[in-house]
């Protein structure tokens, strides 16, 4: 017994299509149930391997993941071949590892709605990491990731740190970003980083630099309590001496401009060989 596929409506039916292995089996298979039509649900089986008689078995539409690895530089990105991509799939207790060809591309199988952690690496470079959940209507999935080499001086902005107002404390919001940066310096021993505050213009100068160096004092003391070495991280607070957008003193600005000026950073300021 199988399962079959047909399409159509009313009288008019196609010729019915026997769906072959993985779904059916030398043994009996019947009863499709589906929790997502056309894309996940269960049938019943007495195939070998089983625990009873029949029994319940979960299936999946097939997707397919093209990963691209890719080097940032400047406003744009250009493939980056030969990259080591790791695939972890938490649920079904799944690791592989892979390695992009000389285009930046290489391709894996899943099924839909899996949920996947993709992490690349590659020598000379910041590695990325990627969460994302196979729930697309399409049958490939192109995924993006992105890495920054590690060059002398080069800064790079810590997305969704947030402080409260006229407060340096860190928030639980903020530890997650922090978390990827004590992550950074653990994989790459040989860097060592400024790390710094900025603020907008509003404000007095020396009120601003004030409060944007006990910030970056706060986030460095927080890196620093999590095992990193004090000797490879230096606070600084530039209160608006960079700012990003140009909004000084007297310049009528909005506040996704100001947002941008408000920011932490880090660069790299040594690369031991």
């Not at 043994?27 to 894309?39: I, Q, S």
């Not at 592989?96 to 952690?117: R, V």
């Not at 021993?189 to 601003?208: A, C, F, K, M, Q």
């Amino acid at each position: 017994m199988d399962i079959f596929k047909a399409t159509g409506q009313k009288s008019t039916w196609s010729k019915p299509e026997n769906l072959q292995y993985p779904l059916n089996s030398p043994k009996d298979d019947f009863l499709p149930y589906f929790t997502e039509p056309g894309k996940i649900g269960y049938l019943s089986s007495n195939r070998d391997g089983g625990k009873g008689s029949d029994d319940l078995y979960f299936f999946a539409k097939q997707i397919v993941l093209k990963i691209n690895t890719k080097e940032k530089i400047k406003d744009k990105t250009i493939p980056l071949p030969e990259t080591t991509v790791t695939i972890e799939k938490p649920f079904d207790q799944f690791t592989n590892t892979i390695t992009t060809d000389i285009y930046g591309e290489n391709y894996f199988i899943t099924h839909y709605g899996s949920a996947i952690i993709l992490k690349a690496d590659k020598e000379e470079y910041l590695g990325t990491t990627q969460n994302l959940n196979a729930v697309y209507n399409s049958d490939t999935l192109a995924v993006d990731l992105i890495l920054d080499k590690i060059e002398l001086n080069k800064t790079f902005v810590l997305e969704n740190i947030y402080y409260d107002f006229d407060k340096w404390d860190i928030r639980t919001d903020a530890e997650i970003e922090l978390n990827k940066l004590i992550k950074i310096l653990t994989d790459h021993p040989e860097i060592d980083i400024e790390l710094s505050s900025h603020t907008d213009s509003r404000g007095s100068n020396v009120y601003n630099k004030t409060l944007s160096q006990r910030r970056a004092e706060s986030a460095v003391n927080y890196i620093i309590s999590k095992g990193i070495n004090s000797q490879r991280i230096v606070a600084k607070g530039y209160g608006e001496e960079q700012l990003r957008e140009p909004c000084p003193d007297g310049v009528n600005c909005n506040e996704e401009q100001h947002q941008k000026n408000r920011r932490t950073e880090f660069k790299i300021t040594n690369i031991r060989k």
